[in-house]
């Protein structure tokens, strides 16, 4: 279908989608930089991996499909969930694990949703998500960071998080966090510079106007506001502190560059504040009462499956009619 | 009290009916074409699923256990949860013509909702009391409804996408639940 170019007489210069994506994908680098750093290579090395099978497996749905090639492929959208999958998945993940993964997100999750702008989950979030659930082994086993002592022959082993949630029993939180090197001071050696990475980056996105304040500011604002009431004072029943739910884990990525996914997120102004502040409650649901490591995917997941119903009930009236 | 919570949430969320248990499946991918008939269906299930696990308690208690024949309970079950759906609809025809007309259409499909019978014979197997099972039945039916309201909406939305002639109608929206299953399991562990 050939469209026709008119020229807007209101704006000078609009963002194109592949502009978008290009921004979204440098706005990556400086957390991608302290990955690397502490994690060594292993997320580069992923992301170049994920990045060419994404490229295939959307040239052959393309080709399936008999939609030209080039239109779509230069829009960057798959390179996009190729690389949010490479920076969520464990540095020392093996090929095959990456590749499913890949699979699930552009053939799945994207293109049997008629493809970009259609999909209704987040494609990166979806692999995330079956991965997780299919080889967990594989996906709890992230690369030990720089810096911690180990025995020699340890290459992985559970992140901060995970540490603090199975291995606390009934100490109290100080006394827990002195014991084990892999906290570091706020969140765990690397995590607090890898979330500092992902929120300069997603700053920048915030200041270019590519993704709107409210989702990133409800979500961190309710996490927060989880962490606070259920730290406890730091007792052994404590839910861990509000430092460590904000620059552990995944949450300034899933903050900045996954719940702000333009197509699978809530659309209306207020719609984006209720969105952004159920997927930080359903984090903290996940993380502290729940069984597995971190709860952004599945967080996102339903704040998705909740989006057009909560689009549904937030469609702002006109002034004149009000 | 604490117990009944957590028997609503783990109804609710963790062992959701629909995306956790498969229970209830035909009325989840038949009346989920509109916001408007998924609410309707909504709220007749939660009325229905509640009354039935109270009435299917007494049942079993006060008449299948003296009786010693509580290896009828199925067939019990379905004829009492039909009954007691008929009775309603009767009932609410002459006394509130306005909540017949909203539920009125949605409530002889409830009687061939798996979920109902499901309900009946999962308390019985938990050995509920009578407010447990009361609250439990509550609370399958409060998954449902959310479930069935939320897949209402996303499937309005997937009208719109230009998803490839193969997977059109029921076979994405299949897909669209197991995806919905897939965050579901996060709640895993949760209680």
């Known amino acids: 279908m050939a469209v026709k170019k008119i020229k807007l007489p ?5 963002f194109s989608t592949s502009l978008i994506m290009l921004w979204v994908l440098a706005a990556c680098i ?3 930089v302290a990955l690397t750093v502490f994690f060594g290579w292993g997320s580069i090395i992923n992301i170049i991996w994920l990045g060419i099978w994404a490229l295939l497996f959307e040239s052959m749905v393309l080709v399936f499909r008999k939609r030209p090639l080039g239109f779509y492929l230069k829009d960057y959208s798959a390179l996009v969930t190729a690389v949010l999958l490479g920076l969520c998945i464990p540095p020392s993940s093996p090929w095959w694990l990456s590749l499913t993964g890949i699979f699930f997100a552009i053939v799945i999750a994207k293109h049997l949703y008629g493809g970009l702008g259609q999909n209704l989950f987040n494609p990166a979030m979806v692999a995330y998500a079956v991965l997780l659930i299919a080889f967990p082994l594989e996906m709890t086993n992230w690369t030990i960071p720089l810096g911690i002592e180990q025995e020699i022959d340890a290459y992985t082993g559970a992140t901060a998080l995970d540490l603090f949630r199975n291995e606390r029993g009934a100490m109290l939180v100080n006394e827990f966090w002195s014991q084990h090197s892999a906290f570091g001071t706020l969140s765990g050696i690397g995590w607090e510079w890898v979330n500092g990475g992902f929120l300069l980056g997603g700053l920048v996105l915030l200041y270019k106007r590519i993704i709107g304040w409210q989702i990133p500011v409800a979500m961190l604002g309710s996490l927060l506001l989880m962490s606070a009431l259920f730290y406890d004072g730091g007792s052994s029943a404590s839910g861990g502190s509000p430092f460590m739910h904000l620059f552990g884990g995944g949450t300034m990525l899933g903050a900045f560059f996954i719940a702000t996914d333009p197509v699978t997120a809530s659309t209306t102004p207020k719609g984006r504040l209720i969105y952004g502040a159920l997927i930080g409650i359903v984090t903290y649901i996940i993380r502290v009462w729940g069984a597995y490591p971190d709860g952004i995917a599945f967080a996102v997941l339903l704040g998705n499956f909740t989006a057009p119903f909560i689009d549904y009930y937030t469609q702002p009236t006109p002034s004149q009619h009000a | 009290m ?4 957590i028997i609503l949430i783990s109804a609710i969320l963790v062992n959701n009916f629909v995306l956790v248990q498969f229970l209830g499946l035909c009325p989840f991918m038949g009346s989920s074409n ?10 007749a299930t939660t009325f229905v699923l509640t009354l039935a696990s109270m009435v299917s308690y007494l049942v079993y208690q006060y008449l299948l256990v003296p009786l010693d024949i509580t290896w009828l309970r199925t067939i019990a079950f379905i004829v009492v949860i039909a009954a007691l759906v008929n ?17 009125g259409i949605f409530l002889p499909l409830i009687t061939t909702n798996c979920a109902v019978l499901g309900v009946a014979l999962l308390n019985i197997n938990a ?25 209402a909406a996303l499937r309005e939305k997937l009208n719109l996408a230009d998803v490839p ?10 897909i669209t639940a197991a995806l919905m299953s897939l965050a579901f399991m996060g709640f895993t562990g949760l209680v």
């Open chain 1, 10 to 14: 209101t704006k000078l210069k609009a």
């Open chain 1, 30 to 32: 400086p957390g991608l």
């Open chain 2, 2 to 5: 604490s117990e009944l919570i």
């Open chain 2, 34 to 43: 509109k916001i408007e008939t998924a609410i309707g269906m909504s709220a």
């Open chain 2, 87 to 103: 009775f309603t609809e009767i009932l609410m025809l002459k006394t509130s013509p306005l909540l017949h007309k909203v539920l």
């Open chain 2, 127 to 151: 050995g509920n009391s009578f407010v447990e099972s009361a609250f439990y039945g509550f609370g399958a039916a409060l998954g449902f409804s959310l479930v069935l309201v939320l897949f």
């Open chain 2, 165 to 174: 002639a193969p997977f059109q109608g029921p076979s994405i929206a299949m």
